[in-house]
């Protein structure tokens, strides 16, 4: 079995039946993203079929099948954020982190996702990058941010 | 009487106010609660918002400043970090307390202007500028030609009774929640109360649940009281994923234990041994500060097995949500806990009969929990006096939008909607007009000026169409176009479709593609297809019918609201979207036409180049043209011009 599911098994017993999402929740949480072989794991462990697992887990905005980007990029989609004046255009940030909305661009170095509200209501469009919240971002000074982020290089 | 250090302190609560029934003590526990409570100081202490809102501001690096601040200059001076007062668009907000002195609040703290302000404070004069108010207290001297906090037109009509403590303590600690008689009810009520008799006193109080049908609590607990069954589940339902509205983190951030204590009388009343608490993955700040009211809780036997040697054990579990919006609905909820996709179930049988694990299930708004001590404390009586008819006690309201004044206010049930947002939000800022306001998150509808009589309350609003579970106002002003609104609000809708339904899931992307097509400029049209088009607005109107009566759950049934309302307040806009090709905002770009003006332009020969479509032709040093039959209204050519020769309608 795979090392983090085993470490996982005593708090996650088979027999409970609420044990698959949070195992999930940890994989994720420990190994970034879900993978296919993992759910494998998880599927052996508690005796469930594979796309039962694959169903629950793309039915949920917290899980991902792939990894997050070097800056990973969340935008409020929220009510008052949309309503901002200068509301962030996803397809112009599409276009400018060469990736799609939930996805990762080909360097891996930007991953773009669109949240709902992150409770900032007050100083939309909010921004947040990795663990960095930028409020009240006009879209000049996203294009900078992003330009500086492409312009480093380690 | 000395500062009591921390196990003196728990005792001390524990023993002298917790288990005090009279509320009568001697001089020297009142000096050292009052100590407890900071209503007397003995060094400066500093109360700074560190809610989710707050740290966004930059609370935190308000934090280190004051930090760095009082390490250079030597102080020695307690900094609380507190909730968010509600007044959500003044953070970072910082409150000062010297000994003898009212509490003082700033607003705008950033960390640059933390150096001159506590300067100024330390030295007993104020900077003038960014201050808030003062806090009202009978013992402390006021600071001259300072306002009360009270009276500020955001408190001042507020009734604050589960936002009592909010903003006021830190919610990192359960001291200063039992200093101000928390856990009292609970301790009342384990002691001396039946289950039977508690379900009585909040059917007696008619508190209605706060998530959304407005189902009276009282007899939902006993439902499941009466089911006999032995084993039960109290579920707090903190899953909130509404935009726009951010009510159940401002309960857990500001006064976690509040929403326990109501969490254990419910379990208590209901004969549960095991509550949850469901709070969405993405709420860290709530989980953490959820995490840490718990464990202090067992601490303190508070939680936990034979609760003040009653023989009620209650254990507590957090669950986190997953991210679907669908499960704020019970039942999908109750899925979700049970680790299976969040669709909803029909009803009967009801959670309150075959819930969680089949077993008997109470689900309850964190608000409705949070109301809950209170009722218990003051008395069912106390809580009918608040509010109207049909609709007793508070509620609390979110502001957002374009209001001035923004974040969540605790109103009486039956206060005029105008009057929250023109005296408490203060209307929209810059003084522009106001052109709707949307009330109740996605499902909510938009009502015009004209509307905003109607009263918050559970009758008055249905009436109209909304919903008092998700009591966010969003303000809107002359630049929001309705048709993109509706737009967003069904995209939302259409993405978080659980799938289970027919109707909501094909008839939400129906009704968004008719959306779509009236926000798109069409390149050529004939009369004949414009009138198609317009039969797509009628055709809106039916298939907004057949979606609300033949859907499940609360989330198909209100997916056409938004339109709907909007349908019927603002038809005009739409008419001209469809007939005039023109948004009279200015936000739907795909029905702007460009033109380009021949004074101005020099023939540089930028747009020509950019123009996707080849819609513009000219010779160089010449002034171009755009061909409008060509033109899709990008806009690419108004954002590379740099002599604003470009201009749109």
Redesign the interface.
């Known amino acids: 079995m795979n090392e983090l599911i085993e470490k996982m098994v005593p708090r996650f017993p088979v027999n409970k039946k609420d044990s698959l999402l949070g195992m999930l929740q940890e994989i994720q949480k420990a190994h970034g993203f879900l993978t296919e072989e993992l759910i494998r794991e998880v599927a052996q462990y508690l005796h469930l079929p594979v796309n039962k697992i694959y169903g629950l887990a793309t039915f949920y905005d917290q899980f991902r099948f792939h990894a997050l980007g070097k800056y990973h990029f969340q935008i409020c989609n929220g009510t008052s954020c949309h309503l901002s004046e200068s509301s962030i255009n996803i397809k112009d940030l599409e276009n400018q982190l060469y990736t799609k909305d939930g996805g990762i661009s080909r360097d891996r170095k930007f991953s773009l996702e669109s949240v709902s509200c992150m409770g900032s209501c007050e100083q939309g469009p909010v921004v947040k990058i990795n663990a960095t919240v930028f409020t009240n971002v006009s879209p000049d000074e996203l294009n900078r941010i992003i330009r500086s982020l492409k312009d480093k290089t380690e | 009487m000395s500062v009591l250090d921390s196990i003196q302190t728990k005792d001390f609560l524990i023993e002298k106010i917790l288990k005090n029934y009279s509320g009568i003590f001697d001089k020297g526990t009142g000096e050292q609660l009052a100590l407890i409570k900071r209503e007397k100081v003995i060094h400066p202490v500093l109360y700074l918002g560190m809610g989710?809102?707050g740290?966004?501001?930059g609370a935190d690096k308000t934090y280190m400043a004051i930090q760095k601040y009082l390490n250079d200059n030597n102080l020695e001076a307690e900094v609380v970090k507190t909730g968010c007062l509600g007044f959500?668009?003044a953070?970072p907000l910082l409150d000062i307390q010297l000994p003898g002195k009212a509490r003082i609040s700033y607003q705008h703290v950033t960390q640059e202007k933390v150096e001159d302000l506590l300067n100024a404070v330390f030295h007993h004069t104020l900077i003038p500028e960014n201050i808030l108010g003062q806090h009202r207290f009978a013992s402390h001297e006021e600071w001259p030609g300072v306002d009360f906090i009270d009276q500020h037109p955001f408190f001042a009509q507020q009734h604050r009774n589960v936002l009592h403590n909010t903003g006021l303590i830190s919610p990192w600690s359960i001291d200063d929640y039992l200093a101000r008689g928390g856990y009292k009810s609970l301790f009342k009520t384990v002691l001396n109360y039946t289950p039977d008799k508690v379900c009585e006193i909040i059917e007696q109080s008619e508190l209605r649940g706060r998530g959304g049908g407005g189902y009276a609590t009282g007899k939902k607990w006993r439902n499941a009281l009466d089911t006999g069954s032995d084993q039960k589940f109290l579920v707090c339902n903190a899953e909130e994923?509404?935009?726009?509205?951010?009510l159940n983190?401002a309960f857990i951030e500001g006064d976690p234990h509040r929403v326990l204590e109501g969490i254990a009388i419910a379990s208590y009343a209901i004969g549960a041994n095991s509550a949850y608490i469901h709070i969405r993955?993405?709420?860290e700040q709530s989980l953490m500060i959820m995490e840490n009211a718990i464990a202090q809780a067992k601490e303190y036997g508070i939680l936990g097995e034979n609760i003040f040697a009653s023989g009620f054990n209650l254990n507590l579990f957090i669950r986190?949500g997953?991210?679907?919006?669908v499960c704020g609905e019970e039942t999908s909820l109750i899925a979700?806990?049970?680790?299976?996709?969040?669709t909803p179930q029909t009803k009967p049988p009801y959670p309150t009969e075959k819930g969680l694990?089949g077993h008997p299930t109470v689900v309850n708004n964190v608000e409705t929990l949070a109301n809950v001590p209170a009722i218990l404390e003051n008395g069912p009586t106390w809580f009918r006096s608040i509010g109207t008819n049909g609709s007793k006690g508070t509620k609390v309201i979110?502001l957002?939008?374009?209001a001035t004044r923004?974040?969540f206010v605790e109103v009486p049930m039956g206060i005029p909607i105008s009057n929250i947002v023109f005296d408490i939000a203060g209307g929209i800022s810059d003084g522009k007009p106001l052109k709707a306001v949307?009330i109740g998150?996605?499902f909510g509808i938009c009502i015009p000026p004209k509307g905003l009589s109607a009263e918050i309350g559970y009758e008055s609003l249905q009436e109209i169409g909304a919903s008092l579970g998700l009591c966010?106002l969003?303000l809107?002003d002359e630049?929001?176009c309705m048709v993109s609104?509706s737009k967003?609000?069904m995209k939302?809708l259409h993405k978080e479709s659980?799938g289970k339904c027919i109707p909501c899931r094909e008839g939400t992307h129906r009704m968004l593609e008719i959306l779509e097509g009236i926000t798109k400029r069409p390149k050529e049209e004939s009369s004949h297809e414009t009138l198609e088009r317009f039969k797509g607005v009628v055709q809106l109107e039916n298939l907004a019918e057949v979606i609300h009566d033949t859907s499940l759950c609360g989330l198909g049934k209100n997916a056409p609201n938004p339109v709907l309302s909007s349908l019927k307040w603002f038809r005009d806009e739409f008419e001209e979207h469809i007939f005039d090709r023109k948004c009279r905002a200015g936000v739907c770009n795909d029905l702007r036409s460009f033109f380009i003006d021949v004074d101005i332009c020099n023939g540089c020969n930028v747009c020509q180049k950019k123009c996707p479509e080849t819609a513009i032709i000219g010779a160089i040093r010449m002034p171009h043209f755009i061909v409008e039959s060509k033109c899709t209204g990008c806009g690419i050519c108004f954002d590379s011009c740099k002599f604003n020769a470009i201009y749109y309608k």
Request: aromatic share 12%.
């Open positions: 989710t809102c740290i966004v501001s959500c668009s953070e994923s509404d935009p726009g509205v951010f983190r993955y993405n709420h986190k997953a991210g679907a919006f979700s806990m049970e680790s299976q996709r969040g694990f979110s957002a939008g374009k923004k974040g949307q998150g996605p966010g969003t809107l630049d929001i609104l967003y609000f939302l659980c």
